[in-house]
């Protein structure tokens, strides 16, 4: 199976962390989505353990928490003892709501508004993460009005290239976040932010994409970043401690996906990053990463209900199921592919080639396109791999269809972490 979380049972329906998928469709209902927490906090340890090992003391990673953000998920990544990142207010409040320790939280986004500064600095957020000039100056003035000095990053596009999906790759310098390096403009802005009495500059952040299956393009990002570090030492005398790369390692969503050796690639950048620091005789900063979606998308699976198999003669199949766009938008938004399985005959060949249809009125509310899978009928429980990151955070009420409930597998023990929303839930804002 595609990850080590996956079997099937004796009878022939699909396991996950343990569990017998089908049955716990008849407890729950479908769609229901699911999150192995032992995974999530396998795959957040990696990170911690090989970070420390491999950058020293003071390097931890951040779980992007934009890749799925509930009130349970900042409780399990304060126990691991990672910190977080966030791109919202409302991501912040989930996070405090928790009771997540905000000091080690990094606060993103390219437009956060005079409110989301105030709040955060409320709240006591660790770092912003500023990303343009009238953030820098708005930070500035409400730090000074609270006789506060706020730690800050700078987000800079080093202009790199990872060579994965268009709409997620965002370290190239055409692109809406950061400030460019090779326009001169960031050192620039470097420049600025040490004349700001109440900014702490703590050092820098780059994002450059997303689903890499190697650690190029980091250390391709990291080259430049540290080199940008050399140049604002010479310019300006100032040394700042952390630099914080950004996420982006893959997962396996599909066979044909390569396997990726995240703690190789942890060395691996370690060495290369010594390396560079040596060569450029500047003192190893502390290294941060965000990794998201490496750390829950393969602690999570959805489950849908099929309601029809439609043969269209001469053309295709299409098995419609009980949820689509609204839960999980990513194929029609990237054409992200997944693999889909009927969890009810999982012992049973894939005899059929199909579409996986969603419930939406919407022609491209589609899962996956051409899938061979063992022929479902109405009732049987078609369930979708790989869905922990980006999915339950990008869901929607298209359709007004209510969003469906996080069951969490820990320990031998199911438990609900995020309720199914009611109707009542639907239009409880409506007027
Ligand atoms: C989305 C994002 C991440 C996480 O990326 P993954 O591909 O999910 O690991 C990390 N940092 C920033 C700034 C992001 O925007």
Known sequence: MLHTNLDVNNQGHLTFAGFDTVSLCEKYGTPLMLLDEERVRANLRIYLTEMKKAFGEGSFP?????????????RIVKEEGAGIDIVSPGELYTA???????????????????EDIAYALSEGIGYFVVDNEEELYEIERQSAEKNHVQNILIRLSPGVDPHTHEKITTGQ??????????????????????????????????HVGSQSFDSKCFMDAAAIMLSFIREVLDKYGAETEILNLGGGFGVRYVDSDPHIDIPFNIRLLAENIKACCADLKILMPKIIMEPGRSIVADAGLTLYTCGSVKTITGYKSYVSIDGGMADNPRYALYSSAYTVLNASKADKPADLVATIAGRCCESGD??????????????????????????????????????????????????????????????????
């Open 62 to 74: 951040c779980f992007a928490s934009k890749s799925l953000s509930f009130t349970d998920i900042y």
């Open 96 to 114: 405090a709501h928790a009771g997540f320790p905000l000091e080690k939280s990094f606060f993103h986004g390219n437009n956060k508004t005079d």
């Open 173 to 206: 310098v055409d692109s809406k976040f950061g400030i460019a390096i090779e326009t001169g403009q960031a050192i620039e802005f470097v420049g600025k932010a040490l004349s700001c009495k109440h900014i702490k500059l703590m050092g820098y952040h780059c």
């Open 366 to 431: 589609l899962i996956q396109e051409g899938v061979s899978i063992a022929r479902p009928e109405r009732g049987d429980k078609i369930a979708v791999l790989v869905t922990g990151a980006y999915n339950y955070s990008m869901a929607s009420n298209y359709n007004r269809l209510p969003r469906p409930p996080i069951v969490s597998l820990y320990k031998g023990t199911d438990r609900v972490v995020v309720k199914r929303e009611s109707f009542a839930d639907l239009v409880k804002n409506d007027l």
